[in-house]
């Protein structure tokens, strides 16, 4: 698969959401390593917001237009996540209309369990959301 470049969420962390790996016309896959700082309790849970926001990068990054915004998600834990888990999020379009994609984002750990999955429902505007003119 040829990656595209990036178009979109250009400064979101590494740290926080992912690191892509590639952009297909399509598709975008993008890994999150869980550290210490993403941890909740003694027994190493990672909060789930991190799985999340991994998947929702994922997503954005399969669409690729820098004015993609989030409008609605439906979302499946299916296996905790811990310290240290690598985790990869395959994202797919899977259906345009107009200004709005669904994506279907799959989150695998380094055992390539499925600990989560996603349909998130994205919307490409004219403009930037925040752009007041």
Same mark, same amino acid.
């Given at each position: 698969?040829?990656?595209?470049?990036? %178009?979109?969420?250009?400064?979101?962390?590494?740290?926080?959401?992912?690191?892509?790996?590639?952009?297909?016309?399509?598709?975008?896959?993008?890994?999150?390593? @869980?550290? $210490?700082?993403?941890?909740?309790?003694?027994?190493?849970? +990672?909060?789930?917001?991190?799985?999340?926001?991994?998947?929702?990068?994922? +997503?954005?990054? +399969? @669409?690729?237009?820098?004015?993609?915004?989030?409008?609605?998600?439906?979302?499946?834990?299916?296996?905790?996540? /811990?310290?240290?888990?690598?985790?990869?999020? /395959? +994202?797919? &379009?899977?259906?345009?209309?107009?200004?709005?994609?669904?994506?279907? &984002? %799959? &989150?695998? %750990?380094?055992?390539? $369990?499925? &600990?989560?999955?996603?349909?998130?429902?994205?919307?490409?505007?004219?403009?930037? @959301?925040?752009?007041? %003119?």
């Amino acid at each position: 698969m040829t990656s595209l470049k990036q %178009n979109t969420h250009l400064l979101a962390s590494k740290k926080l959401v992912g690191t892509v790996i590639s952009i297909s016309e399509k598709s975008a896959k993008v890994t999150l390593t @869980i550290t $210490e700082d993403m941890v909740v309790d003694t027994y190493n849970l +990672a909060h789930g917001s991190f799985t999340f926001g991994l998947a929702d990068y994922a +997503a954005m990054v +399969a @669409i690729n237009e820098p004015t993609v915004v989030l409008g609605k998600a439906e979302t499946k834990y299916l296996k905790p996540v /811990i310290l240290n888990d690598e985790l990869t999020a /395959i +994202a797919e &379009v899977n259906e345009t209309s107009g200004k709005k994609t669904t994506v279907l &984002v %799959n &989150v695998t %750990n380094q055992k390539s $369990e499925l &600990v989560f999955e996603g349909n998130f429902t994205c919307f490409v505007l004219d403009k930037h @959301i925040l752009d007041k %003119n």
